[in-house]
């Protein structure tokens, strides 16, 4: 498809389980950002990509938390030993270069339960 | 840190009234977003506005950026049912302004 595709859609997993979270973003987009939006909230920023490095991981909550873009194109979001608290919404977003329009994906939803 | 309030958070309104929502901030933005999320989706981006007392219009939906940049409004004329689902504002923060900080937004309801 022509849009940021995100998979899965859903997930469910135990506590204390390991998740991957891939987003594969619009073809020729060089930029790549993740952001988490929990229920009734708006979207809150995790990281971004610029090529295959990490630009500004500032906003990833702690070091469960890591994400890779190892040939500049697909991401994945890797949750290690996650937490009822981690449930929520991962929206993945790219664009043509930073500071360009960004164009998110439907969101990967997570529920740890 | 910069944090963008968002009011009203919920809105139900008739199909043909007009509304307002507004995106207000204690800290100057260079520019403001707003974006519309239906359910299930992500966010689509409709404007952004980078002049202090800009005003730009998308059809039905006038956006307004406050002189001081720290504030944002949003009105809808005559509102229809299309029009439901949750208006984020969106300000570029961190690093490089490359990471936007978001509102928790207002959800819109246009009853037919």
């Known amino acids: 498809g022509a849009g940021v595709s995100q998979t899965p859609s859903n997930k469910v997993t135990e506590k204390g389980k390991y998740v991957e979270l891939r987003c594969d973003p619009i073809?020729?987009?060089?930029?790549l950002y993740w952001y988490r939006q929990s229920l009734g909230q708006g979207p809150e920023f995790l990281i971004y990509f610029q090529g295959t490095g990490a630009a500004d991981d500032s906003g990833l909550p702690n070091d469960r938390f890591f994400a890779v873009r190892p040939e500049g194109s697909v991401s994945t979001l890797k949750i290690q030993r996650t937490e009822r608290g981690d449930s929520a919404v991962y929206l993945c977003?790219?664009?043509?270069?930073?500071?360009?329009?960004?164009?998110f994906g439907e969101g990967s939803w997570l529920t740890v339960v | 840190t910069q944090l963008l309030e968002q009011s009203p958070q919920f809105l139900s309104i008739q199909e043909g009234e007009n509304l307002t929502v507004y995106c207000n901030s204690s800290?100057?933005?260079?520019?403001l977003q707003w974006y519309r999320q239906e359910p299930g989706e992500g966010p689509v981006l409709l404007v952004t506005v980078v002049t202090g007392g800009e005003v730009k219009k998308l059809k039905r939906l006038t956006f307004q950026f406050g002189d001081a940049r720290k504030d944002s409004s949003l009105h809808i004329t005559a509102a229809q049912p299309g029009d439901t689902g949750l208006y984020l504002c969106a300000g570029p923060t961190g690093a490089g302004s490359y990471q936007l900080t978001f509102g928790k937004g207002t959800k819109l309801s246009v009853i037919p």
């Open positions: 800290s100057v933005f260079s520019s």
């Open positions: 073809s020729g987009h060089t930029a």
């Open positions: 977003a790219s664009s043509l270069m930073l500071g360009n329009t960004i164009y």
